[in-house]
């Protein structure tokens, strides 16, 4: 192989050496940010296994099953003759939380008193209105006053974790770890072969460099 076809073979190795090299620092970023997506996997998993939700116990006890009933505003507020708890949800305003208007408005009552609330059947918007502060559950004292009713001191609410959510949220997970995990496999791979192209262009070049250094030396060899 000539001098000029040494040089050109030589080159182009080199842009292929670099391409080579590019993609495996490509491919590195993807495994990093594959990395990172895992983490936050592992981060939302453990969060729903400790998601606790408020459920619906007569003895404000049980264990973390899907027989109990999640405490919901039909059951607070519904008549004790139909199984509900016959008492009433306030905001933090001190309006009475209700899906709509009564009809007919209460005497003693207007429009002010009260908080439209369409969602509040929903038991995850029940429950978060509930935790967070928004809502109070109230009863009447032994002087026919309605007072607040803190959840801890209900005796009708009991706060765990549903193993049917648990049981979801664990497959879900293991599905998605699966599937990264085959992702991160097949990134090793293509990284793998890439090294061994790179490891083979670079030997060629090393056996190229030597056939270009020795045509120079033949060449000034001939002209000295």
Wanted: with cysteine; glycine share 8%.
């Amino acid at each position: 192989m000539g001098l000029s076809a040494s040089q050109a073979r030589y080159l182009c190795l080199t842009a292929r050496k670099n391409n080579v090299e590019y993609q495996i620092q490509q491919i590195t970023q993807q495994k990093l940010a594959l990395a990172n997506t895992l983490d936050n996997e592992a981060l939302l998993w453990s969060n729903g296994m400790n998601t606790q939700h408020l459920y619906y116990s007569v003895g404000g006890s049980g264990s973390a099953n899907v027989d109990l009933p999640r405490l919901s505003y039909q059951i607070v507020t519904g008549d004790m003759k139909d199984g509900g708890l016959g008492l009433t949800v306030r905001d933090s305003y001190g309006r009475t939380v209700v899906p709509e208007l009564p009809d007919p408005m209460p005497e003693d009552k207007t429009v002010a008193d009260y908080a439209i609330e369409p969602y509040c059947y929903q038991a995850d918007y029940f429950e978060n209105n509930l935790k967070t502060g928004n809502w109070f559950i109230q009863q009447y004292d032994a002087n026919g006053n309605l007072v607040d009713l803190p959840l801890d001191g209900a005796n009708f609410v009991y706060e765990g974790i549903d193993e049917g959510d648990y049981a979801i949220a664990n497959a879900e997970y293991e599905n998605k770890v699966a599937t990264l995990e085959r992702i991160d496999k097949r990134f090793d791979t293509q990284i793998q072969q890439l090294s061994t192209e790179q490891k083979a262009i670079e030997t060629e070049m090393e056996s190229i460099k030597k056939v270009i250094d020795k045509n120079i030396e033949e060449t000034f060899k001939t002209f000295g």
